[in-house]
């Protein structure tokens, strides 16, 4: 029987909280500001999370920020850079002032060099990779763990890549980065699961955000989408949608048993 669709009267705004599957949870997303970040946030207010969106790009994360509060959601904005760790412990400070507490981390904010051969790229960008796609991880339990351990519980999701399973040509730095953030997810979740702090990973494929012509190191022309979309069975690109709604079945307490999960959300990619 063909379903009634709702009356745009009493339709819900599209991120109203509702009472859903992270009621009154407090979630930090890092990278907030832009493509699975925002993304993450849009899906967790929807559930009825209370988010903060913590971006290097102050513009960026006000603006997300903003969007969910007009929606009707609980959003703070703090700008931040993921490598500094007095960065960190204002944004725990700011969190916990505002929110009471913090039940998920997300260390989404990363990098990557363009496309091109192992040895083009420079030690510096190899330096800020590191600093940005794994220190951050470090910096991020440094400040994290104590706050979870005293509340007794806590969730770790951090973004990974295919990268990190199935690497690429013209990606080895990065590629390694995304090893490191795989391991890294697997050893805070056995260090810390007595604690009852859990930590899990996701490895999207490559996506539709503004980092798609890095990953492809050329411009994003049909041609040049083409030769990726062949490599992926489902014949598509990841959307934020697909990592985000990954993201929410990690924060949602009905996945309380798993942990030191690495969850490929690449269209069939790494088979
Ligand atoms: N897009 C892809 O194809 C893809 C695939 C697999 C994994 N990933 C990973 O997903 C994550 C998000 O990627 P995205 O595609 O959404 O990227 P994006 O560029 O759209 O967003 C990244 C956000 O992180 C912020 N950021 C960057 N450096 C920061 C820092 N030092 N401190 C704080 N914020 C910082 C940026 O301002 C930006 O808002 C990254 O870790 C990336 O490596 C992306």
Redesign the pocket.
Known sequence: MPQTPPSPLSAPQADAPSSGRLNSLVAII?????????AIAHTFVREGAKVVI????AD??ERVALALRTSGGEALAVP????VSA?FARLMAETLARFGRIDVMVN?????HANQPMLSVSEAEFDRLY???VK?IYLSAMHCVPIFRRQGSGSFIN?????SVRPRPGLSW?NGT?GAVVLLTKSLAVELAPDKIRANCI??????????TT?MGAADTPDNRARFLATIPLGR??Q?SD?ANAALFFADPASAFVTGSCLEVDGGRCI
């Not at 890092?30 to 925002?38: P, Q, V």
């Not at 490895?203 to 798609?212: F, H, V």
């Open positions: 890092t990278g907030g500001g832009s493509g699975f970040g925002e913590a971006d290097r790009n960026a994360a931040m850079d993921v490598t960065d989404n904010a990363g990098i990557s600093q940005v796609n951050s973004i990974g890549s295919t990268a990065y995304k490895n999207p494929a490559i996506a539709e955000t503004p980092l798609l990953f690109l990841c934020p990592v």
